[in-house]
């Protein structure tokens, strides 16, 4: 959801979790996310760590905000699609459009901090971990614009794994000294060669 269709209340809320949030990955690009303590981070944005722990339950969630508002980002591609437009065209022409826009979650941004970003989500082991949680429930939520039931549970896990995958190729080229525009015209290829095969074992889709 944009913050603009959002009420000044939520938007200010909003607005201090990404500070927060920010803060944290600061501090932990600086020194490691094990070596910086949740104390460390409620000082440098100025808060209690009470206060802190009713933004962030967890350490890790502080880390991995960035990716809290992409939880349900594929359900909503579905739930609004233009009439007529199959659920998969849809999802296939949004992740067309990332890459185009060069959008980090598509594993194809060449940005320094981008790239030290994944650098600490990919080589910190509870990072990592906490991270498929954010899946299952992408999963979950797109099972749910799907139709529910096994059909749809089936059919969100392939298509949330196919976009793993196609980001986590796009980074390990990157990460080995390609630039994005390098790997952009095979990161399109991929991308049509994945939906193209999940159309064919999708078909209601």
């Known amino acids: 959801m944009n913050d603009q269709d959002l009420g000044l209340r ?17 501090l932990f690009l600086a020194k490691g996310f094990d070596r910086v303590s949740v104390a460390e981070v409620a000082a440098a944005a100025e808060i209690s ?20 508002d992409h939880e349900d980002e594929a359900a909503r591609v579905v ?49 990592v971990a906490r991270l498929y949680g954010y899946q299952r429930r992408s ?12 059909e ?9 794994a196919v976009q793993r995958v196609l980001a986590e190729e796009n980074w390990r080229r990157i990460k080995a000294g390609e630039s994005a525009g390098e ?5 399109v290829a991929t991308a049509e ?5 999940l159309r064919s074992g999708l078909n209601i889709w």
């Not at 790997?183 to 990161?187: K, M, Q, S």
């Open 49 to 68: 760590k009470p206060t802190l722990f009713r933004y962030f339950p967890a350490k890790e969630d502080l880390a991995l905000h960035r990716f809290a």
């Open 183 to 187: 790997v952009y015209p095979d990161a």
């Open 10 to 26: 939520e938007r200010k809320k909003r607005q201090r979790y990404r500070e927060i949030s920010d803060a944290a990955i600061g």
């Open 139 to 150: 999963e979950a939520a797109l099972a749910g614009a799907l139709g529910g039931g096994i």
């Open 152 to 160: 749809g549970a089936l059919g969100a896990g392939q298509i949330i």
């Open 79 to 127: 739930a609004g699609r233009p009439d007529g437009v199959r659920p998969l065209d849809a999802l296939r022409l949004h992740f067309l459009a990332g890459l185009g826009r060069r959008d980090p979650v598509t594993g194809l941004n060449d940005d320094d901090e981008v790239l030290a970003y994944h650098r600490l989500l990919y080589g910190t082991p509870s990072l």
């Open 193 to 197: 060669l994945a939906f193209g095969q």
